[in-house]
């Protein structure tokens, strides 16, 4: 994978352009159909690697929302896929460079707490990180007592409670490597530490924003229930589903987030 250096000289004439980025997750992608495109990379023209993973498309973009640029991260790299924490954020290193000051990580994630549904759209207000390894090197002792905005949550809470979606008002999302699933021992087990739903990525990245001063807002929708056998093809249709849920959500966000 590319460096940060190498990443921001490939993007450096787009400096300052936009300061709100989003990293789309299994199932959200629907959102960049949406949008009127002012640039679109491939991820191995800009990040030297491809995104190999179903659901996940690949590529970098600079679009216009409500009349403001935004970076699109429309899929991610994962720990699973052999590339260590540190490396999966440096898109993220590279986008703090070119001014994102705000961070919307989306993900799909399997329900623990017995009270999440599929389909839930969960603010995330915390994560568990005990099982990875830290995006951070060296003696970055990074602080994450809050590792999600308050005012960006509540304005994510705003909107699904007038719009009607489905939805958490707060999570503990868990971070598991994979690519396996979890296994049912597995699942209590993080039910028992705290975690409302569990997921391969979104932690690393929730790390290093907050090392890098961003606001961060993660939103998990819920498609599978811990104690229910599930497959990949399975967890990007449930995704798919509520994709239309996703897209209104994440333009209103949009809209607001900077104001």
């Not at 659901?55 to 970098?60: A, R, T, V, W």
């Not at 399997?110 to 603010?123: E, P, R, T, W, Y």
Request: charged share 20%; aromatic share 6%; glycine share 8%.
């Amino acid at each position: 994978m590319a460096l940060v250096k190498e990443i921001v000289a490939k993007l450096s004439k787009f400096k300052g352009q936009a300061t709100t980025a989003l990293i789309l997750g299994s199932g959200w992608n629907q959102v960049i159909e949406t949008m009127e495109r002012e640039k679109t990379w491939d991820f191995e023209k800009v990040f030297k690697v491809k995104a190999g993973v179903t659901g996940h498309k690949g590529q970098l973009i600079l679009a216009k929302v409500n009349d403001l640029l935004v970076w699109i991260m429309a899929g991610r790299f994962h720990t699973y896929e052999g590339y260590s924490s540190e490396e999966v954020t440096r898109p993220l290193q590279a986008l703090a460079k070119l001014g994102v000051k705000n961070l919307v990580l989306t993900s799909a994630a399997g329900g623990l707490n017995q009270k999440f549904k599929v389909g839930d759209i969960v603010i995330l207000s915390d994560i568990l990180a005990l099982f990875c390894l830290s995006s951070l090197q060296g003696d970055l002792f990074q602080d994450l007592s809050q590792p999600f905005d308050p005012k960006l949550r509540q304005l994510a809470l705003d909107f699904c409670r007038q719009q009607h979606i489905p939805h958490q008002k707060q999570g503990v999302y868990a971070y598991v490597r994979g690519p396996h699933y979890e296994s049912f021992a597995d699942k209590k087990a993080l039910a028992k530490l705290g975690a409302d739903c569990v997921g391969m990525s979104t932690v690393p990245e929730t790390i290093m924003a907050n090392h890098l001063g961003m606001r961060v807002l993660g939103l998990s929708c819920i498609t599978n229930l811990a104690l229910v056998k599930h497959s990949h093809q399975e967890v990007i249709a449930n995704a798919q589903r509520q994709s239309q849920r996703m897209t209104t959500l994440l333009q209103s966000l949009i809209g607001k987030i900077d104001k």
